[in-house]
């Protein structure tokens, strides 16, 4: 159990061994890089995913507002390189592979130079710090999927193993403190004090959030409503100690998809914006949680069509930034790879994390996060054979 786990607020002097791992692979999701790239694309992330076409018509514009140029691809290569550059400067000598869901480099493709290159033994970074089945149990399938057709290639197949969630590391939370701090100092002065920290963070089906981390383990909206809670709870903590300000703070959900008849977890952010300024409330900074970098779901939703809504509104407003390639996040992922490599070797480390949830499971327990469909899915407690 997490809660027996010997626990920090500040990761400890691992040492620089990686072993048993001989790679570590950046697993995300993709975006197009140019306009002809972005019906393929929508064809990749929706396939059999039974998304209304008008809201498939209404995501492509989102993308070619921007030339048809996600910008997840290249703050990926950043996250690449300032990973690389972290290992290299503290001795880690680990090499860093990257591979995404939904577009090149396809993860099949990178899982296979992976192997081509000897690796056998791969530690996975996915670019979501939550629980929930597309952020977590989805990329555990895709990775089944690719090893699947690898040893249809007749290639050795790797074992794989995936970082546990760390929404709650410091070096998650830290960047993300200093950057409300900072928005809260660009809104104007006399609506600073009483500002509404607005957490956002992507909707997904309530059936989908309840079911979300092990069972047993919490209420409605499951682990990822409970873990986002936490993260912001903790952020505003954070921030009062900085300030001196207690700021009041929501929870809120952004880029709903799937038919209207299926629910998904609200209050929307726009209609939350009304709510707030109906209430009165001066101003708020938009604090993305869910998000690990500043993609096109923030630059769309958050930065255009949220900041409207707050335009229309009069709401002064300000978006504050992920955590992207900070290099504190960067230190944290190899904390993580350090931990998980000594708790492979059963050296029973010390793990690192804020809030009142502890450090989440190495191991995904069987049916954690479920498919509404079930498919094999590799580095879990329900996949041994990876
Ligand atoms: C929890 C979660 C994360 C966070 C965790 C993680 O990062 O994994 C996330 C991230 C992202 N989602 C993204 C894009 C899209 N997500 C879609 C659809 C959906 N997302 C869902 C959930 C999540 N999504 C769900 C339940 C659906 C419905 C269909 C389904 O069950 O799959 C669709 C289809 C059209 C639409 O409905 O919007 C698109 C285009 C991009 C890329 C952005 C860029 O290009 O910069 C990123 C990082
Ligand atoms: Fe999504």
């Not at 989102?62 to 972290?86: C, K, T």
């Not at 709510?275 to 630059?299: A, Q």
Request: hydrophobic residues 40%.
């Amino acid at each position: 159990m997490s809660d027996a786990l010997p626990t920090e607020s500040s990761s400890p002097d691992r040492g620089t061994s990686a072993a048993p791992y001989d790679a570590l692979l950046l697993l995300s999701f993709g975006g197009p890089e140019g306009p002809d790239d972005v019906v393929p694309f929508l064809e990749n992330v929706t396939r059999g995913r039974g998304i209304p076409r008008e809201r498939l018509e209404e995501v492509g514009q989102h993308y070619y507002l921007f030339g048809g140029v996600s910008p997840i691809n290249e703050q990926n290569r950043e996250l690449l390189a300032a990973l690389r550059e972290d290992f290299a400067a503290n001795g880690l000598d680990l090499p860093v592979y990257w591979g995404n869901r939904n577009w090149a480099p396809y993860l099949t493709d990178t899982l296979r130079d992976m192997v081509r290159d000897g690796h056998r033994r791969v530690l996975v970074l996915a670019t979501s710090a939550y629980a929930s089945y597309s952020g977590c149990r989805q990329y555990r399938e895709n990775l089944a999927e690719s090893l699947a057709a690898l040893r249809a290639e007749g290639l050795p197949v790797p074992r794989v193993d995936k970082l546990r969630h760390y929404f709650n590391h410091p070096g998650f939370v830290d960047p993300v403190v200093d950057g409300v701090v900072a928005s809260l100092a660009e809104l104007p002065e006399d609506v600073r004090a009483a500002a509404h920290l607005t957490f956002t963070t992507h909707s997904i089906p309530t059936a989908a959030a309840d079911t979300s981390g092990p069972e047993e383990a919490h209420g409605d909206g499951g682990a990822y409503v409970a873990q986002h809670l936490d993260v912001a709870e903790l952020i505003t903590e954070a921030v009062r100690k900085r300030t001196g300000t207690a700021h009041p703070w929501s929870l809120v959900y952004q880029s709903r998809s799937g038919p209207p008849s299926v629910p998904w977890l609200e209050p929307d952010i726009c209609d939350h914006l009304e709510e707030l300024h109906g209430k009165g409330v001066p101003g708020t900074v938009m604090v993305p949680i869910g998000f690990v970098s500043d993609h096109m779901e923030v630059l769309y939703d958050l930065d255009t069509e949220a900041m409207a809504k707050a335009a229309e509104l009069g709401l002064p407003a300000r978006r504050s930034p992920t955590v992207g390639a900070d290099p504190r996040f960067a230190a944290a992922v190899r904390d993580l790879v350090l931990e998980r490599a000594a708790a492979e070797r059963d050296e029973s480390p010390v793990r690192c994390a804020l809030g009142a949830l502890g450090p989440s499971h190495d191991l995904c327990p069987v049916g954690c996060c479920p498919a509404r469909t079930p498919k094999p899915a590799a580095a879990g407690a329900d996949a041994p054979e990876f």
